[in-house]
């Protein structure tokens, strides 16, 4: 997944710095990207836990998602980037989370049990096509029935302004599309994905999609 993954993918400048965990971290923060996440987590994905729920979190980064899971989920994080695990590992040393250092394919998540909930947050925007239907496919393989994948990402809109459609184009990741874009790669392996536009998540003019998509 590694190579194409690069080609959807700018790591020069600042947004080579935002690979290095303490300056990602304090970046997200600063734009408001972290609040969004937890507004998206309270809506979407906290009505679902109930006892040990089982969570899948596809590119945790540094994990900071898992602040705003229940304490009781069983949490599995995967992400490429050796630093950031480090740093989640660290950080929720008191958590019941597993953080692994490699892609997430079939062959990383032979050996777990199926989840309740997968999350792909800021993902597929890095991904081009042929990776993207991989991560849907795995997501779905990995679920359990009636299990949910949730991804969150930029988006391009009909009706959005220049200067936020600008914001977007400069991500680290280089294959934002647009909410139809998003919703056919979905619709490959589930039937009637959900997706939500928000036009001003952030502190900075942005717009993100949310994506739910249930396995029947």
């Known amino acids: 997944m590694q190579p194409e993954q690069q080609k959807s993918e700018i790591r020069s400048g600042l947004r080579h710095v935002l690979a290095v965990s303490t ?5 997200q923060r600063a734009v408001g990207a972290y609040d969004w996440r937890k507004r998206v987590i309270e809506q979407h994905v906290k009505p679902l836990c109930s006892g040990t729920t089982r969570i899948l979190d596809i590119g945790c ?3 900071e998602i898992l602040e705003y899971l229940p304490r009781q989920a069983l949490y599995f994080g995967f992400d490429r980037n050796s630093e950031y695990i ?5 950080r929720f040393v008191n958590r019941n989370a597993e953080f692994i250092c490699e892609d997430v394919n079939k062959n990383s998540i032979a050996g777990h049990a199926q989840f309740d909930i997968v999350l792909a947050i800021g993902i597929l925007h890095h ?25 969150l990402d930029p988006v391009y809109t009909r009706d959005q302004s220049s200067f936020a459609k600008y914001v977007v184009s400069k991500d680290r990741g280089q294959a934002v599309r647009t909410d139809n874009e998003y919703l056919k790669l979905a619709e490959q392996y589930f039937s009637s994905p959900n997706i939500l536009v928000d036009e001003s ?14 396995k029947s």
């Open 23 to 27: 300056f990602y971290d304090f970046f």
């Open 61 to 63: 980064g540094t994990g």
């Open 86 to 90: 480090e740093s989640a590992r660290k």
């Open 127 to 151: 991904l081009d096509d042929g990776i993207s239907s991989e991560l849907f496919e795995t997501a779905r393989g990995a679920l359990t029935s009636g299990g949910m994948l949730l991804t």
């Open 201 to 214: 998540p952030l502190r900075i003019p942005y717009t993100g999609i949310v994506m739910t998509c249930f």
